[in-house]
């Protein structure tokens, strides 16, 4: 049997308050990347340094510290919430195990800003998952990681489940949290014109390698890679970027 590498010389630098777009079709390795920084699969070899800390050399119990300060938000907003839980419930239980807050009442009030933050209204946490559409239900998976008060924060195809016009609710929302509490995104995704939107820097994979990085415009502007040249294709005719966010 003939082992193909997922992921290979993969080196990158996160800067806080950016966003960084990992593109390339399926298959690329671009979701190992984010499934590595978190740790949720495991690495055969390199370091992933995070303040100094190579996250691959800690115990399961030393990691949990760092799982609270790098959040994940899951492609399937239909299949990321425990739907035997209340709004509530899924905002509250990460800040249980984390010890955020000084009981169940603070945390129930950190629960209900989280979802007004998010769009929605405060009865919402009284309710279960299957009440609200795909738009809703990946606010409230952002809610939840939020909770956490992350710093940096994998979004892995998040929003491509969703239909056009609520994908730019869901940006926009994104980018507004970015804005306000700054964090670092890892903005993962296989729909370039939704890279273009939302990303500082870029890198571009093809069979587990990048064959290209940057900045996002500079790459847009004049990609050197003959297959970044062909991902390009691929963007809608006079898409605009995010300078013309409303």
Avoid at 191 to 212: R, T
Wanted: proline content about 4%; hydrophobic content about 40%.
């Amino acid at each position: 049997r003939k082992s193909i590498p997922a992921v290979q010389e993969a080196s990158f630098s996160l800067w806080r308050g950016r966003t960084l777009g990992v593109v390339g079709e399926s298959g690329s390795g671009k979701t190992t990347i984010g499934m590595l920084l978190m740790r949720l699969v495991d690495a055969t070899a390199g370091a992933v340094t995070f303040d100094g800390t190579d996250l691959l050399k800690l115990s399961d119990a030393q990691m949990m510290a760092y799982r609270r300060r790098i959040q994940i938000i899951f492609q399937n907003p239909y299949a990321s919430l425990n739907p035997r839980f209340t709004v509530g419930q899924i905002l509250t239980e990460p800040m249980r195990i984390h010890r955020i807050g000084a009981g169940d009442d603070e945390r129930l009030e950190r629960a209900v800003a989280l979802a007004r933050r998010v769009g929605l209204p405060a009865d919402c946490i009284h309710k279960y998952p299957h009440e609200f559409s795909g738009g809703q239900r990946q606010r409230i998976a952002i809610a939840r990681c939020l909770s956490m008060q992350p710093e940096v924060l994998i979004c892995d195809e998040s929003v491509s489940a969703l239909d056009v016009s609520v994908q730019a609710t869901v940006l926009n929302l994104l980018l507004d949290l970015q804005d306000e509490f700054g964090m670092t995104y890892v903005f993962i995704s296989h729909d370039l014109a939704v890279v273009k939107y939302m990303a500082d820097d870029m890198l571009v994979m093809n069979q587990g390698a990048i064959v290209e990085r940057g900045p996002a415009d500079a790459i847009y502007a004049d990609p050197q890679n003959e297959y970044t040249r062909k991902l390009m294709t691929a963007i809608p005719r006079g898409f605009a970027g995010r300078q013309l966010r409303t």
